[in-house]
């Protein structure tokens, strides 16, 4: 598939970060407990920030940027990374460094105010380990001038250390970057009791700007930059500091991103806390951000649990409940969890009756750490509008394909047939202003059943929801569909779909598809969070197929939006490799799209399978059921065209038979092995090479079917404007129409069938059909003879009388009156 990433920060260096992340997701858990912390462990909350005013000591450095303090005492014995500390030193830049000793020079801060080398977590140094970075920068004074402090408080075993800086600010690096925050104040707490980790923070003022991205790096090193020994916390530079997320080891994509406009709360604390024994963690939860009543109900919630423990766990306990406009409890028992295992729980299904806002809870038992037990999710239940991303939940990234074409979509499920309306996407990434972008809808095989026309992204478009209106809504039948933005091929690389974070991102939800539809894969295990796209829907016209009784029969495939067949129309996939006749008004081609309709705007078209160019077609589209009478010849007429480039010649043949597949198709009717012609063509009866016309023998249903078997690596094929012509078959031999003679006609059902120098050997046969096609009386009859026929037992009406000798027939319209 294509390549595709997240957006971070625009350096490549975050991307060779990424790939050296996943390298090191191996480790084991035992390794993880060398640092006693790990992400589970975690917790964003809000607290209270309680300035140290003069309460402690005033930590002196030898200047206010770029200086490290003196080793500072605890006041306690504090227990990190198998190692028990009593000292500290500051250092300037938003960091300190357990221990007496200095952490190294040349590793204070990222080189650049966007970078992302030349910093502590990152530093290989060996004087850089056991640090602690709050808010790691490069700082100045702030409004005021800066100030350091340390203070400890309460008593033994229950001590708490507060290390403080104050008055600082980002320093002035370039104009375009400028000053973000002009004043801010935030703490380090580390608990005696339980080893426990607070970053405080206080209050911020923003700086003069401009508004611009700079990085800071927030988190925990123990004796390097691994998932094992280091916890980073991470978030965009629009997201909020309580959406901050935590994540093992160096950054991978954002850093602590930060800007002007986004302060911290007063009270933000991000906690660390040890690996204790009994830790059970709900690690995610999954659900509907929007839950339509009318179509997704009964609906699933699962979570995953995970053990974040150092000892096996039996017998978990989870619950999930709903509270709001609906409520709902489950609980299911986790059996065993092995240390570092994990598991989806599913939960009973649950069907709201009401249309609001509600909370989904999830939560584990109590164990040693109830912090990271509970997770919730936010939901609203409509009418109409399905979305896996929580309401009000802010961005936490953004996701596409760069330079290259291709879509991504969340896949949905409906219990009854719908028609989606609208796709509303999250456009999330400023590079994405210019670019060209649209929506999709395809059904459960990747085949694109709607799509709005091409829109160039602008300025006012990110950090919405766009809504993407079709022009006509897009049918899909019960079962899965997908919703999606489609990106075109361009030389600016841009990310436009909004994320939110989800770890691990559930799997079966989120897909790639190729541009022109294709079998979707499946993107969850690259854990890229939850894709902002949303589906409207709405009741669907129902197609209920009639049979055709009434000739002629025509079709031109424009009564429909480009996507959607016509009722009655039907398809089959008999290579089952997910590409088909589709009702469609284009094809894909350089420089422009090559417009396929006669009558516009659609025709019936194959498009090769751009996927597996060693594939070849083997896939039929067939008419409604056609009603057709013996006695009644029936000719088919349709255009026909392709690419026009004998490179890629196509395949057709027309067939016909007693039910819509390709086993049943036994007769037929055209084919042409070699179609070239790039301006449409028309088959039919006098055509160079004629449709056959179709003589049923016996009366009943039949489809006519339009079979593309064209050598694989091909390109295009399509035909429209069919036509069938029912006429009446009076007889076959002129000898036998000028021997026969039926009167009285009218009757009132007495009637006689004079039948002189037919030339007939042996016994002659006689049928009477009904308006339906229907044999309603039989009888032998003789040549040079007048036979009876007592008919007297049918109804007033019209029919149809048929003498056949042998193979060959003449029919007389009888009229019965009573």
Known sequence: MTNWYKTGRSTQRWRQLALAALLATGATAAQAQVL??????????ATTYTDLGTTGTVIT????????????????????????????????????????????????????????????????NAADVNILLPFNVDLVDGTSPAEYRVATTGTAPNRVCTIQWKNV????????????????????????????????????????????????????KGSGSTATQTITVTKASSTAWAQATFLAGNYTVNAHNFRLTVLPDAGRTYRFQKIAANDAAVVAVYSLGKLPLTSAVPHTIQAVVRNVGTS???????????AGVNTYTSTKTIASLAVDAQTTVSFDPFTPTVVGNETITVTAAADDITSNGTKTYLQQVTTNTYAVAEPGVAVSGSIGFGVNASILAVKYNTTVARQVSAVTVRLADPASVGQVVYAVVTNSAGVIVGRTPNYTVVAADINTDKV???????????????????????TVAHYPI???????????????????????????????GRMMIEATTSAPVICVPQTVTAFPYSENFDAVSTGTLPCGITVEDVNAD???????????ADPTDIVVASSAPNAMTYYYNENSITTPANDWFYTPALFLRAGTSYQLSFKYRTSGNPAYPERLEVKYGPAASATSQTTALWT???????????????????????????????????????????FFLSVDDLQVVATAITSTSSALERAISVFPNPSTGIVTVDIQGAKAKGAMQVEVLNSLGQTVHTASVRDNELNKLDLSNLSAGMYVLKVKSGNEFTVRNLSIQK
């Open 36 to 45: 006693n912390y790990n992400a589970f462990g975690t917790q964003n909350t």
């Open 61 to 124: 450095t030898a200047n206010t940027d770029d200086a490290n303090s003196a080793a500072q005492p605890i006041g306690f014995t504090f227990n990190y990374n198998g190692t028990a500390f009593t000292e500290f030193v500051l250092n300037t830049n938003g960091f300190l460094k357990l221990g007496n000793q200095a952490p190294s020079a040349a590793n204070l801060y990222y080189t650049t105010p966007n970078g992302a080398t030349g910093d502590p977590i990152s530093s290989t």
């Open 169 to 220: 600010s980002d320093k002035l690096s370039t104009a375009t970057l400028g000053k973000q925050y002009a004043n801010m104040e935030f703490q380090v707490k580390l608990y005696e009791a339980n080893s426990m980790i607070d970053f405080v923070y206080g209050n911020a003022v923003a700086g003069p700007g401009p508004n611009a991205l700079k990085t800071s790096a927030i988190g925990i």
């Open 312 to 322: 096996p766990m039996t017998n978990v306990s989870v619950t999930a409940t709903v």
């Open 468 to 490: 993407f209106t079709l022009a006509t809504p897009a049918s899909v039948p019960a079962g899965d569909f997908y919703a999606g933005l489609a990106q075109t091929a361009s």
């Open 498 to 528: 909004g994320t939110q974070n989800e770890k691990p991102t559930r799997l079966s939800t989120f897909y790639s598809i190729a541009l022109n539809g294709g079998a979707p894969g499946d993107q969850g295990s690259a854990d890229l």
């Open 578 to 588: 997910q590409v088909g006749w589709q009702n469609r008004s284009t094809v894909p």
């Open 672 to 714: 042409n092995a070699n179609i070239v012609a790039n301006s449409y063509q028309t088959a039919n009866a006098t055509s160079t090479i004629p449709v056959l016309a179709i003589q049923p023998a016996t009366t009943g249903n039949y489809y006519i079917g339009f079979h593309a078997y064209s050598l694989a690596n091909q």
